[in-house]
């Protein structure tokens, strides 16, 4: 795990607001010292401190949580769209054209033009833009455009001329989006062509971005399909280097050593079990209701079984992305049979990882639970894509849709759960995360705030084999955000989303209102590790 920020010898009072604290739920006020937090209580005892401190903040009734952690991020990608072609508010093809057409004159110099984000279908007519639209609207340069699952992309025909044999690999087909191999192939082209100091402004821009949203620590999903090991080892370079959200590193390759050599916690993160159910390469028991087909294997139960028994016995964590339900069917049976070979204590210590895991049956989360396997997911998934007339439901059929994304039984049934973004795929947007676990657009498959909450904060740590943070307690990391909110709020225990209690007597620290159409609150200050890394202009 790395971050720039080494722990500050600084002892710091923070006093006025609500800490979110188990310690005291009725705190207000806490002390940090040498990069942990050393106390947390009431505004009375706090008195106590004031003396000896370097410096006291006054909170001005403001809320103090953890540091929310994403589970699953793609750094420089996420950098590139901030600072790039972003199209995911496009609102119709002739609007992307007209956005693809205005980023090209901004941008005489660059080598390959990138961008991300549109998603047909959200247009009217419902078809991605062709080869020669592209063409015509970038005035035949290189264009690389990822759809908004980055599972498939559109080119324009100047890149697929500097990837040599492209036309015969998998996954092309003559203006339809790029799949398979021949995507990994032209996307591999399109990053290629960008500068270190193109890489290193992106990856600056991603992290300053989820420091002003309150994000603590990324677990950044590398890999050779997905960028490259410069980027990678940059990444983890500059994260070290400087202040800033604190970087882990997940490196998806059946190559073990290759894993431990760039300094990944794990072969894990977006090693491919399938690909996304917007592109069709989901890998399903049945056909999707709108093709002919039921999506593309990549790993098989054997594959993921060598894999998993090579992390387990080299003290790696392994880990797959997943997303339909025959590939997590064969993730879960192939973990299974490395546990019949190295032991299930073993498997359940190295806390394997399953990405996405979108499409699960009572027997894969029985699986998860009994294997001690992570479940990193994303909620905002299913608000972008859920419902009777979503995107799942063009997929997969209103009936199938519906299974989606059951977090709540896959809590019931004991899988730890760490929520994540996929950025870019979805927005770095850690409160509007909790509220889609909390408001799913299925109400069965929805869980508490508390547990949404705890899934995007102390779930991440977890999720790296950390217990002992993600927490406001004595002794835990200083990664903490600090808030304007509206009112704090106690869920009731007995209910999942409709009922409230504001009961002092519950013992239960309050979070915010996150009804929907309530503000989402702001984040006003973010530290890790004692060291402030974000503060709100104006603060």
């Not at 500050?8 to 207000?28: C, I, M, N, Y």
């Not at 015969?168 to 339809?176: I, R």
């Not at 699960?360 to 639970?369: N, Q, S, V, Y």
């Not at 002092?504 to 979070?511: E, K, Y």
Request: aromatic letters at 6%; proline letters at 6%.
């Amino acid at each position: 795990m790395s971050n720039g920020t080494a722990p500050t010898s600084r002892t710091v009072l923070l006093r006025g607001g609500e800490v979110h604290s188990p310690a005291d739920p009725f705190a207000t006020a806490m002390v940090v010292e040498r990069g942990h937090v050393a106390w947390v209580g009431s505004e009375g005892a706090a008195d106590a401190f004031a003396e000896g401190v370097d410096e006291v903040v006054d909170l001005e009734g403001a809320l103090v949580t953890p540091a929310f952690t994403d589970a699953h991020v793609h750094t420089t990608s996420t950098g590139l769209a901030l600072t790039g072609l972003d199209l995911s508010g496009a609102a119709s093809l002739g609007v992307a054209l007209d956005r693809i057409r205005d980023f090209a004159a901004a941008r005489p110099g660059d080598r390959v033009l990138l961008g991300h984000g549109w998603d047909a279908a959200r247009w009217p007519g419902g078809r991605p833009p062709t080869r020669e639209e592209l063409d015509k609207a970038t005035g035949g340069r290189p264009l690389y455009l990822s759809r908004v699952d980055v599972h498939s992309a559109v080119v324009t025909t100047a890149l697929l001329d500097l990837v040599p044999g492209v036309t015969a690999m998998t996954g092309f087909a003559a203006d339809l989006p790029l799949t398979g191999d021949a995507h990994h192939a032209v996307r591999a082209a399109a990053f290629g062509a960008v500068t270190p100091a193109q890489r290193a402004e992106a990856q600056r821009a991603a992290r300053a971005h989820a420091a002003s949203v309150g994000i603590g620590t990324l677990h950044e999903c590398g890999g050779p399909h997905i960028s490259s090991e410069d980027d990678f080892t940059g990444l983890l370079r500059l994260a070290a280097e400087e202040p800033g959200p604190r970087v882990v590193g997940y490196w998806a390759e059946q190559d073990v050593d290759k894993a431990r050599e760039l300094g990944a916690l794990g072969a894990a993160g977006d090693l491919f079990a399938d690909g996304s159910l917007g592109s069709h390469t989901a890998c399903l028991h049945e056909s999707y209701a709108d093709a002919g087909h039921s999506g593309t294997p990549y790993l098989d139960a054997a594959a993921v079984a060598a894999h998993v028994t090579a992390c387990t016995e080299a003290g790696l964590q392994a880990g797959f992305h997943a997303i339909g339900d025959a590939a997590v069917t064969a993730v879960a049976e192939g973990v299974r049979a490395a546990a019949e070979k190295v032991g299930l204590a073993r498997i359940r210590a190295a806390r394997h990882r399953v990405e996405h895991a979108e499409m699960m049956t009572e027997a894969t989360i029985a699986a998860f639970a009994e294997l001690g396997l992570t479940a990193s997911v994303q909620p905002a998934f299913d608000a972008f894509w859920g419902g009777e007339e979503g995107m799942y439901a063009q997929r997969l059929g209103v009936e199938r849709a519906r299974t989606l994304n059951p977090f709540a039984a896959m809590l019931r049934a004991g899988v730890p759960l760490a929520f994540g973004s996929d950025s870019p795929v979805t927005p770095l947007d850690p409160w509007g995360t909790v509220r889609a676990a909390a408001f799913h657009r299925t109400p069965g498959h929805r869980v508490s705030v508390r547990a949404a909450f705890t899934a995007h904060t102390r779930g991440g740590w977890r999720a790296v084999g950390r217990d002992d943070a993600g927490v406001l307690v004595p002794g835990a990391p200083a990664d903490y955000a600090v808030w304007h909110t509206g009112e704090l709020i106690v869920q009731a225990p007995d209910d999942r989303v409709a009922r409230w209690s504001t009961d002092p007597r519950s013992g239960t620290p309050g979070l915010p209102d996150l009804t929907p159409g309530s503000a989402l609150p702001v984040c006003l200050r973010t530290v890790v590790g004692g060291e402030t890394v974000f503060v709100r202009p104006g603060e």
